[in-house]
């Protein structure tokens, strides 16, 4: 049963702390993507892989980190630096090689809050 | 200026009928165009994809791309309670990295 999933669902962060949010990919994609939604807003890129080792900022990276250390896994990082963090953030992957106009396909999302 | 437009609606609609959800983008070379379909509190599932002037059906849903114009437009016919949703628009530009810019999307709204 091929999908991506994410982890946690929802997450609550103190603020100071660093927390890391989960994506896990197993339809063979060579790109993934992660976003932020803020409310009655569109997805904002936050960074993306097109490759395992390589990656590159979006237009939103500030506060935010990521690694590519398998074609399988992109977690991202939201460092204290990020002063507003509280969004829905969502992964997502696609296979530029396949004939599906790069379509991108998402997880269901971690919902993240700052107490 | 946004580089991808669409109404943020409602957009209301009785059962049966056909709803028209539209958007404009600025990259006069973008290549692919995407509708995404976002329930509350889900994540964007993909709808259809269009990349070649005119038309394209799939099921109840037609997508219209006139390149000439910026604009790309998804049909909805015989619209069901259960289209009810906010509709994003995606355009994938002209460079060579894979990324899509979003609109803001456009709430959708049928009424029985």
């Known amino acids: 049963d091929g999908g991506i999933t994410q982890s946690p669902k929802y997450l609550f962060r103190k603020e100071g702390q660093n927390v890391t949010l989960s994506c896990e990919q197993n339809l063979n994609h060579d790109a993934m993507y992660w976003y932020r939604q803020d409310p009655g807003q569109g997805l904002r890129l936050i960074y993306y892989s097109q490759i395992v080792n390589d990656f590159q900022k979006g237009d939103i990276a500030e506060g935010y980190s990521v690694s590519r250390e398998k074609k399988e896994s992109f977690p991202l990082t939201v460092t204290s630096a990020q002063k507003n963090p509280t969004a829905f953030y969502l992964c997502a992957s696609s296979n530029p090689l396949r004939g599906e106009a790069d379509t991108q396909y998402f997880g269901p999302g971690t919902r993240l809050t700052v107490l | 200026q946004k580089e991808v437009e669409q109404n943020s609606g409602p957009l209301s609609v009785p059962e049966g009928a056909i709803a028209s959800l539209n958007c404009t983008y600025s990259?006069?070379?973008?290549?692919?165009f995407f509708w995404y379909r976002q329930y509350s509190g889900k994540s964007p599932e993909l709808i259809m994809f269009i990349y070649s002037n005119g038309d394209k059906e799939d099921g109840r849903f037609t997508a219209q791309l006139n390149k000439a114009s910026q604009y790309v437009s998804l049909l909805i016919r015989d619209s069901q309670p259960s289209d009810s949703a906010t509709y994003l628009c995606?355009?994938?530009?002209?460079?060579?990295?894979?990324?899509?810019?979003f609109g803001t999307g456009t709430r959708l709204q049928v009424t029985l």
């Open positions: 995606a355009v994938k530009g002209s460079g060579t990295a894979s990324k899509l810019t």
């Open positions: 990259d006069r070379g973008s290549q692919s």
